[in-house]
């Protein structure tokens, strides 16, 4: 199965959409961790799939674009 992940240039990655070729079962955090992609508590990302909002241990489907979108704050 593969999965587009896109907006990896402020996690300052060399490039900013990747397609990877997942197994069955893998979540969010798996694709994390199996790649060394660099997300921890201290970097404020949220995880949007196919448009949606997702946790780190929603399970991926085939075709899934999963964007790594920073948190902003601000008054």
């Known amino acids: 199965m593969k999965v587009t992940l896109k907006h990896l240039k ?15 079962t893998m ?3 798996d694709l994390m961790n199996a790649n ?3 997300i921890s508590k201290e ?3 949220m995880f949007v799939v ?3 909002i997702k946790q780190m241990d929603y399970v991926l489907e085939e075709g899934d674009e999963v964007a790594i979108v920073p948190v902003f704050t601000g008054g």
């Open 27 to 29: 979540t969010i955090k």
């Open 10 to 24: 402020h996690l300052n990655l060399n490039e900013d959409t990747r397609e990877f070729e997942i197994k069955e």
């Open 50 to 52: 196919n448009g949606h």
């Open 43 to 45: 970097l404020a990302v």
């Open 36 to 38: 060394k992609i660099p």
